[in-house]
């Protein structure tokens, strides 16, 4: 249980959470929303103590094992390789390891019975606290969760300072995974994401059994995961019985509820009102004045709930006429090196007005693509081919730092016009992205991401394209912005082609998906659901053998349900055996750990024993635990792959 009792904390003077009381019960799953910059970072300093409240108190368990995903990385780990820093997920097991050693050593030169009673207690109690924290599993499962983020195997001995700022958040996410916390806070966690990584962290947490907090702006994994939601906004912490969906239609619910009050209240103290005024004048009527009076002191006023308090528009101009095909890659092939290709004979076309997303992991080439398409790479060979009278706009990912911070938003968006172009509508444009009077006088150093994100917009439609061309424009967005954006793009008529891990994004913009894998690029004439149900279908048909090729085209709901029925049927058998194996395989290694113990005890027992023998025998058992951990960790890998198609067959 987490208890906030009358928490307030300013900043500047300004109160970022006030007289906040709330509960968080122990096995509770709950998602925190709010603007950016509401305080729900702060919320989360308050457990971890890197926060003190100004006022109030946080009551928690003693000795809870907290779980944080830290977003700083220490120097000395960066030399470490990236599956040591990652398995090192459980501070205790050095000590106790350590303090085992040590009593161990002790325990041969003890010659007092009384001192070698106590001290074999505390030896079982280190054992016993060891095997309990899953030491003799970490390094699997470190190595289960790095690869499940997308790391190669061939990298896990690389060290994790060779690796991006981004891809060492990955190993960190997978650190804080491994580390068997009793709470769990992730704030942000599907930021440096790829699709495939956040539904496999999805999978992940599903099954987590402590307490979890989360704060994101994924609404996939808010709907998921969360069943609690707590809303942080404008100083006040309110929570909701339910995951994001209940959240939406109960906080809406209870705004019409207090505005349907509030009416009522206010209606109720015009009647009363205007009757003190009557009967104010008459002597006859004091009385009634009188009670009238107190009724209306009675009536308790109605506070409407905070509007949340996102700021910004976005419109969109309609974009000029063009061509039936938006663009083309004919025969198209590309490498960053002569000897290594990421595409190879990549033959595609975008229809004008297509939504189209790229997915696939990072690393894969999806930015690659969208680069081919803006022009701002050329082919090896091939050639990507406009369609006519094709105008485009291009977000890319590094936008932020490429535009200069002393410029205003004024003319960092006049700057984007041809040098003889009118500068009449510049004003217009950034007042449809949220920038109006003094606002667009701001230095764009001083934006954040989100302002960031609509800036780059305004720059791009002061000339409006047809074809837009967007690198993961929801990374910087609060949940509302998210909303504002995707209703933006489902209502442009233009031609889109976008890569996004925000799943609920991508779902509800894409109408077609391209997935690059090291197979190549695919494309799937549908949506996101689609695509899950299809690739599924295709995944189910190579494992089991048993299913007929279906066409891209042409394949009715009836169909579709009876092949995601067969691919379940041929992939159960499968999983189930692959669980026992794993269960199997587990208790074995219990068994094994459990007679080194015994052995180990006997080596400090200080009674007479055959050395020569019980060393023989651990050396033997010691060989033992190394094969079945070895084969734990290849069926264990195996039943996480048979999983993960399970999961994409019957996820909707």
């Known amino acids: 249980?987490?208890?906030?009792?009358?928490?307030?904390?300013?900043?500047?003077?300004?109160?970022?959470?006030?007289?906040?009381?709330?509960?968080?019960?122990?096995?509770?799953?709950?998602?925190?929303?709010?603007?950016?910059?509401?305080?729900?970072?702060?919320?989360?300093?308050?457990?971890?103590?890197?926060?003190?409240?100004?006022?109030?108190?946080?009551?928690?368990?003693?000795?809870?094992?907290?779980?944080?995903?830290?977003?700083?990385?220490?120097?000395?780990?960066?030399?470490?390789?990236l599956l040591e820093f990652t398995a090192d997920a459980i501070p205790e097991l050095k000590s106790y390891s350590a303090e085992l050693d040590a009593l161990e050593n002790r325990m041969a030169l003890c010659e007092n019975d009384n001192e070698l009673e106590s001290m074999l207690k505390r030896h079982g109690f280190l054992q016993s606290s060891i095997e309990?924290?899953?030491?003799?599993?970490?390094?699997?499962?470190?190595?289960?969760?790095?690869?499940?983020?997308?790391?190669?195997?061939?990298?896990?001995?690389?060290?994790?300072?060779?690796?991006?700022?981004?891809?060492?958040?990955?190993?960190?996410?997978?650190?804080?995974?491994?580390?068997?916390?009793?709470?769990?806070l992730l704030d942000e966690p599907s930021n440096y994401l790829d699709i495939p990584a956040v539904e496999w962290l999805c999978r992940y947490l599903a099954n987590f059994q402590g307490t979890l907090m989360l704060i994101s702006h994924d609404r996939f994994l808010l709907r998921k995961l969360a069943s609690i939601t707590l809303e942080v906004n404008r100083g006040t912490v309110t929570r909701?019985?339910?995951?994001?969906?209940?959240?939406?239609?109960?906080?809406?619910?209870?705004?019409?509820?207090?505005?349907?009050?509030?009416?009522?209240?206010?209606?109720?103290?015009?009647?009363?009102?205007?009757?003190?005024?009557?009967?104010?004048?008459?002597?006859?009527?004091?009385?009634?004045?009188?009670?009238?009076?107190?009724?209306?002191?009675?009536?308790?006023?109605?506070?409407?709930?905070?509007?949340?308090?996102?700021?910004?528009?976005?419109?969109?101009?309609?974009?000029?006429?063009?061509?039936?095909?938006?663009?083309?890659?004919?025969?198209?092939?590309?490498?960053?090196?002569p000897d290594k290709l990421l595409f190879e004979n990549v033959t595609m076309d975008i229809a004008a007005g297509e939504k189209l997303a790229v997915i696939g992991y990072n690393g894969m080439g999806k930015t690659t693509l969208l680069k081919l398409l803006a022009g701002v790479l050329k082919p090896v060979s091939g050639r990507v081919v406009p369609g006519h009278h094709i105008v485009m706009g291009y977000q890319a990912q590094e936008f932020g730092e490429l535009v200069n911070d002393e410029l205003s938003v004024y003319d960092a968006v006049r700057a984007a016009l041809p040098p003889d172009a009118s500068t009449a509508n510049v004003a217009n444009v950034a007042g449809a992205f949220g920038f109006s009077g003094d606002a667009m006088k701001k230095p764009c150093g001083v934006l954040s991401g989100g302002e960031k994100i609509r800036l780059q917009m305004a720059r791009i439609f002061v000339k409006p394209p047809n074809l837009l061309i967007l690198d993961e424009p929801t990374t910087h967005l609060d949940l509302a912005a998210r909303e504002l954006l995707q209703e933006a793009l489902r209502n442009y008529s233009g031609t889109v082609a976008m890569v996004s891990h925000d799943i609920e994004f991508v779902r509800n913009v894409a109408e077609t998906i391209w997935e690059v894998s090291p197979a190549g690029v695919t494309k799937y004439y549908g949506n996101y659901d689609y695509y899950l149900e299809k690739s599924a279908q295709l995944g189910a048909q190579t494992s089991a053998q048993n299913i007929a090729v279906m066409t891209e085209s042409g394949i009715t709901a009836k169909?579709?349900?009876?092949?995601?029925?067969?691919?379940?049927?041929?992939?159960?058998?499968?999983?189930?055996?692959?669980?026992?194996?794993?269960?199997?395989?587990?208790?074995?290694?219990?068994?094994?750990?459990?007679?080194?113990?015994?052995?180990?005890?006997?080596?400090?027992?200080?009674e007479k024993v055959d050395f020569a023998k019980l060393n023989t025998e651990l050396a033997q058992l010691d060989k033992e635990i190394a094969d079945t951990e070895a084969r734990w960790e290849e069926r264990a890998m195996e039943l996480e792959a048979l999983r993960q198609e399970n999961d994409r067959i019957n996820m909707q």
């Open 240 to 337: 909701y019985a339910g995951n994001y969906d209940f959240y939406n239609r109960e906080r809406q619910q209870r705004k019409i509820a207090l505005e349907a009050a509030k009416r009522n209240a206010d209606h109720k103290k015009e009647q009363l009102e205007r009757m003190i005024d009557r009967f104010r004048a008459k002597s006859t009527k004091a009385a009634a004045a009188k009670s009238a009076q107190k009724k209306l002191d009675r009536i308790e006023d109605v506070k409407l709930s905070e509007s949340l308090d996102y700021h910004g528009v976005i419109r969109f101009p309609e974009p000029p006429p063009s061509g039936a095909e938006a663009a083309r890659f004919e025969n198209v092939s590309f490498g960053y090196t």
């Open 1 to 81: 249980m987490i208890d906030f009792k009358n928490i307030s904390k300013t900043y500047s003077g300004e109160y970022i959470l006030k007289d906040v009381n709330c509960r968080i019960n122990t096995g509770e799953r709950v998602g925190v929303v709010g603007p950016n910059g509401a305080g729900k970072s702060t919320l989360f300093g308050m457990v971890t103590g890197e926060v003190v409240p100004d006022a109030g108190e946080i009551v928690m368990p003693r000795d809870s094992r907290l779980g944080i995903m830290r977003q700083h990385i220490a120097a000395a780990d960066l030399d470490r390789t």
């Open 559 to 606: 169909e579709r349900r009876r092949a995601r029925a067969q691919a379940r049927s041929a992939i159960q058998g499968e999983l189930n055996q692959a669980k026992k194996d794993v269960e199997k395989l587990e208790k074995l290694l219990d068994e094994q750990s459990s007679r080194k113990a015994v052995l180990v005890a006997k080596l400090s027992s200080g």
């Open 132 to 184: 309990h924290l899953g030491a003799y599993h970490l390094d699997v499962e470190a190595k289960q969760a790095l690869t499940s983020l997308g790391f190669p195997v061939a990298k896990l001995d690389a060290k994790l300072g060779d690796f991006s700022g981004g891809w060492q958040m990955r190993a960190a996410l997978a650190r804080v995974l491994i580390s068997r916390p009793d709470i769990l």
